[in-house]
């Protein structure tokens, strides 16, 4: 049974997939075995949630027997994730409560920290001579006024400026990028049905 | 061109990416400096659409992880994907082992925060930069909004920081909070340049050949627009 | 005691005194409104029109896949859209699916949204149907357009699709008048798996997306694969305007203008603090 463990094996379980759902995107003649493929797909990636929950309860409970540091928050972790699960078939109003109440605001607050780190992202990018950041400085103010509530009430040239920047450079590099990204993406798709790309493999 | 390459017959030369450059130098730096270094794929997994980004960032971190082995420097991934942690174990245990120290690896190494779980991601990065404030933050493959995050938080903790993503949305980040940016596409290029393979590097070479198609097509359908001719952009639509 | 200057250039501080003033200018306007002009955006009034033009009897499918963390942005035009198109069930006699397909915080919005519109006289199942989350993401938006009952055989109450009146006759894309989507990721998903079907047969595509994903649609806009888009916040305060309800969106202008202006002054005040100290020649050069 060793011959399972040759990379070829490997390859061949990403390829073949592959091909099923690309062939079946152009003929159309593939479907069921396309809609078998993603059925195992995404069997696969719910019992890969197991893994997950078995490498989480591990490192905790490391933590937590040896006594490491900050070892209180694994106990707040591993309760948490108990009462949830345990709530989701027994208590479900329970369950919403945490939902509702105390996830949705937990995760708001987190998204916060996007619109603080990018005030602090623009002073540091900010007090610069190259030439390029400064293009990007003055990207970001001509966005910055576009997209300003009262742009009207201070000058009424940012909503045509930013009109042009949006449909003209803006539009212009995205479908530069878009073009690249996608040529990319193929290319290295092709080299990993070739088998020459096996970093999915692992080591 | 892969052909080509392979054949020996044009083995493309590819410019130097200073990211590439940097990641020796990055992690010998972390070893001077006895601290850890972070590496990140972002949010997508191997079973989405995402899934050629996470490839090529896992190609570069096969690299990043022998030299964590050469010089004795510890590795922090935290993984968002489950199916992602046995593929990284393995590279991570390989890199140590090829580096010349298995007994360097732990499995403490890789650790989950949640199938999908974004704000859970966060809060792990964030935590672990701000406390541990590693020497390097290297984040490649398919970013989100999390790109912020991790990105800002190693600004704050003084990492050394490289980052690339194809996402569209991140280029600006990526460009403004990291030393050694990979924008776009130079994600894949260099997934392609650091293994130095002919098939690798001649697979380029054809993506800049069809770049350059692309471009010819482009003008010349601009040009036979201008003119009034749209049966050539129908011919393309079609 | 240090001075300010000697504690200014300490970079946490700097980061510090930019996340206070943040706070407050986020905060005073949400406690005291100022009451700032909400401009309305072109591509806000297409989509409200879009949504006017829809015939009688037309279907509307409205696909929410924001996430909590996104609900401040783009709350507000959910919300807003969520009303305007209800109130076309009730005027025009349309039809509504609510879905949603890429994490289990959508079916919680959708519900969240559905309980600020007024259904006095509507009934379920025979003018709106909720299917709840059906996880799949790509392959739902794509496999929507064929075989809705297939990727749905029950209702998120449990109730099989086949059974519910208001779907007898509708199950693909040709039985569709109007796309909605909003989302707090990529918005390219929606018009790679809709676009084509949906320009073929001349069905409207209207994207509810966070402002940093805006540059990003421009190509599909500008290509007409995405018909209209509404820009997070901004966009909304403006449907609210549009539909005579004002809310969540109009009391968060003031604060994002605000916002806006702490953000412009950053980057001029650093940018010229910069050049000032490039151009001062230090007191030892000029003695």
């Not at chain 2, 980052?163 to 990979?182: F, H």
């Not at chain 3, 006759?169 to 998903?189: E, K, P, Q």
């Not at chain 3, 968060?252 to 980057?267: N, P, Y």
Request: include cysteine; proline fraction near 5%; glycine fraction near 8%.
């Amino acid at each position: 049974m060793s011959w399972l463990r040759r990379r070829e094996v490997c390859i061949a379980l990403y390829v073949i997939p592959a091909l099923i759902i690309l062939i079946n995107h152009f003929t159309g003649q593939l479907s069921a075995a396309q809609s078998e493929v993603i059925l195992w797909a995404s069997i696969l990636a719910t019992f890969a949630i197991f893994l997950g929950v078995i490498n989480m309860f591990q490192h905790h409970i490391t933590v937590l027997t040896r006594k490491r540091p900050r070892w209180p928050y694994s106990i707040i972790l591993l309760a948490a994730f108990i009462s949830t699960f345990i709530f989701n078939y027994t208590y479900p109003t329970g369950y919403d409560f945490i939902i509702n109440n105390l996830l949705s605001s937990l995760q708001m607050a987190l998204l916060a920290y996007v619109g603080f780190y990018s005030y602090t992202l623009f002073f540091r990018a900010s007090g610069t001579k190259n030439p390029h950041v400064l293009m990007l400085l003055i990207a970001m103010l001509l966005g910055l006024f576009y997209n300003l509530p009262m742009r009207d009430a201070i000058w009424t040239g940012w909503a045509p400026i930013g009109t042009w920047v949006k449909d003209v450079p803006n539009t212009g590099g995205m479908n530069a990028l878009l073009i690249g990204v996608a040529l990319g993406t193929i290319t290295l798709f092709i080299r990993t049905i070739l088998g020459y790309e096996e970093s999915y493999l692992g080591g | 061109m892969i052909d080509r390459a392979r054949r020996g017959i044009e083995v493309p030369k590819v410019r130097k990416l200073a990211a590439l450059q940097a990641l020796r130098e990055v992690v010998g730096r972390a070893a001077e400096q006895n601290k850890s270094i972070h590496i990140s794929t972002g949010i997508g997994g191997l079973s989405d659409e995402w899934a050629p980004m996470t490839i090529a960032a896992m190609a570069i971190f096969r690299r990043v992880t022998e030299y964590a082995g050469e010089f004795g420097v510890p590795i922090k991934y935290y993984c968002i994907r489950a199916h992602m942690i046995p593929a990284m174990e393995d590279m991570i245990q390989s890199g140590y082992v090829k580096g010349g120290r298995p007994e360097m690896y732990s499995s403490e190494m890789i650790e989950f925060v949640g199938d999908g779980q974004q704000r859970a991601y966060m809060a792990a990065v964030m935590g672990y930069l701000s406390r541990e404030r590693p020497a390097a933050n290297i984040m490649l493959g398919a970013g989100f909004y999390e790109t912020y995050i991790v990105l800002g938080a190693g600004a704050v903790a003084g990492c050394l920081q490289i980052a690339g993503t194809p996402r569209l949305y991140y280029q600006g980040t990526i460009v403004a909070l990291s030393d050694y940016p990979l924008i776009g596409q130079e994600l894949y290029a260099a997934a392609a340049e650091i293994t130095g393979n002919p098939p690798d590097l001649g697979s380029l070479a054809g993506q800049d050949y069809s770049i350059i198609i692309c471009l010819i097509l482009m003008i010349v359908t601009a040009l036979l627009a201008t003119a009034g001719t749209t049966l050539w952009s129908k011919l393309l639509a079609w | 005691m240090m001075s300010f200057k000697e504690w200014f250039t300490r970079r946490e501080n700097q980061d510090r005194t930019i996340f206070v003033l943040y706070l407050i200018l986020i905060a005073y306007p949400m406690l005291r409104p100022m009451g700032l002009p909400i401009p309305i955006e072109e591509p806000t009034i297409k989509s409200y029109e879009l949504l006017e033009n829809v015939p009688e009897g037309g279907v509307i499918v409205l696909v929410s896949d924001e996430g909590f963390p996104s609900w401040a942005e783009l709350g507000a035009g959910e919300v807003a859209v969520y009303r305007h198109a209800f109130k076309k069930v009730r005027e025009d006699g349309c039809k509504i699916i609510c879905l949603t397909c890429y994490e289990i915080a959508g079916k919680i919005l959708t519900e969240r949204s559905i309980s600020q519109v007024d259904l006095t006289g509507l009934k379920y199942g025979e003018d709106w149907v909720q299917l709840g989350y059906i996880p799949g993401y790509e392959a739902v938006l794509s496999a929507m357009t064929d075989d809705l009952k297939g990727i749905a055989p029950v209702d998120q109450f449990g109730t099989p699709t086949k059974d519910i009146p208001m779907l007898k006759d509708i199950n693909s894309i040709d039985d569709y008048d109007y796309l909605y989507a909003c989302t707090y990721t990529a918005m390219d998903v929606y018009i790679r798996q809709w676009g084509e079907k949906a320009l073929a047969r001349e069905i409207p595509i209207v994207i509810n997306m966070l402002s940093g994903t805006v540059p990003l649609a421009m190509p599909y806009y500008r290509a007409g694969t995405m018909t209209a888009y509404l820009n997070s916040i901004t966009a909304g305060a403006g449907y609210e305007k549009l539909i005579g309800r004002p809310g969540m969106g109009a009391a968060l202008m003031d604060a994002q203008s605000t916002a806006h202006l702490l953000g412009i002054g950053v980057i001029i005040v650093a940018q010229v603090a910069f050049v000032i100290k490039l151009t001062t020649k230090p007191k030892e050069e000029k003695e």
